[in-house]
């Protein structure tokens, strides 16, 4: 059983992760329950993403606000209380996946009440989860992914010699009560970033219940095109060098701001150079009306094409008209289009921060620089000058994603795991 507020059909790295993970266990004959919680109900296992699958997936919604602290408080005893009823009609073992704080606490009370039956806990954690209240808007090093690594000792130094209110306190106390929770609870971790699975190491969660899985991308779907457009006409001419970018431009750690300001600094070397953004602005319209503001007031109009959030069977037709694939993000957990990026044999400029070093290695399979415009567009521009680079950054790309992300090796790890938590 899958319990997430991440799945269809909202759009996103996680969501695209628990697709493909639900898709692959019901093929292999397993009984899958999907209990998504959240404001958007699932889609329906007769929609047709889920198309040709066995009659062994069922899909459930909770309705709750996810957002608001009041609707959290909500979510969760209904969260338990459907997980509960799903089980009550059934028999046998569970694994029960949960992926976010609120899942993993609902699941493990569910566990507790019901000791009677055979129920392990699984803990998905798609980033810093287990340290971190916000790692997006606390960067202090406290909250921070890349401040974790000197121990959870550091939330109660942060509790002495730290300044905070009485709300940040709370935090951090609920947070070394989480992991007092899920560590001494949960059956297993799924891990996806490798510097967090030494962070959980040290910090106390069981080594032998650490399951590190990378991240993985179907290398047949998204594999290198020649150049043509899923649309017509094509927005873009054939003879116009095309810098990249696709996903969501808010919330602001997405770096929309970013790609606006790098875009001057590669328009006044090569002022014909086409940027081609393919995804939506996400529900940050305050942040929205700023890039398009940017935009205007840079003189880059006819430099900027939108093309908005379009189907992912799509994405590598797209990928086919750019010559340079851009990833700005100041910080990011899970960026499921550089993956498909990679996977399409793009070359790639990104910023060196997050997950995305665990991916992608500096003038080997990408060009890594910090989160600055200046640099990130000297990047672009020596990539759109050398095509030799351009190439043997591309052929790289393309032999890591078979070689490390292909979901045929990775999707049977996972249920290897799942199914050896289920025997312990």
Known sequence: MLVTTHFPPSVGGVETQNFDTVKFLASRGHKVHVIHAGTHPAISVESSPFEGLPSRLKLDHVAYDESTASGQAIGLPRIMSKVKRCLADSTGEWLLDAHE??????????????????????????????????????????????????????????????????????????????????????DGF??????????????????????????????????????????????????????????????????????????????????????????????????????LTSVRRSGLEKNFIFIGARPRWEIPHWFSLADIAIFPSYYDNLNWTLVEAISCGLPIVATDVGSIRDVLTHNENAMLAPPDARVLAEEICTLLADIKLRTR?????????INKLDSRKILPRLETFYLSSVMR
């Open 393 to 401: 950054l591309s052929q790289n790309a393309r032999s890591y994603a």
């Open 190 to 291: 799924v891990v996806k970033r490798k510097k967090m699975l030494e962070v959980a190491a040290r910090n106390g969660y069981p080594k032998e219940r650490l399951f590190y899985i990378p991240y993985w991308v179907d290398t047949h779907m998204f594999r290198p095109l020649p150049k043509r457009c899923p649309v017509e006409p094509n927005p873009v001419p054939q003879d116009r060098l095309t810098v990249m970018h696709v996903g969501r431009l808010t919330p602001a750690w997405k770096g929309g701001e970013l790609l606006v300001r790098l875009a001057e600094h590669v328009c006044r070397e090569i002022s014909d150079v086409a940027f081609l953004h393919v995804g939506g602005f996400g529900e940050d319209n305050e942040l929205r009306g700023k890039i």
């Open 101 to 186: 704080r609120e899942t993993a606490i609902a699941s493990l009370l569910v566990k507790n009440r019901l000791r009677e039956r055979r129920i392990k806990v699984i803990w998905t954690l798609h980033g810093p989860d287990m340290f971190c209240c916000n790692n997006y808007e606390l960067r202090d090093g406290v909250y921070s992914c890349e401040g974790v690594g000197s121990g959870l000792s550091r939330y109660g130094k942060c509790l002495r010699c730290l300044r905070l209110d009485r709300r940040s306190r709370l935090r951090v106390a609920e947070q070394i009560g989480l992991f007092n929770l899920t560590s001494r609870y949960c």
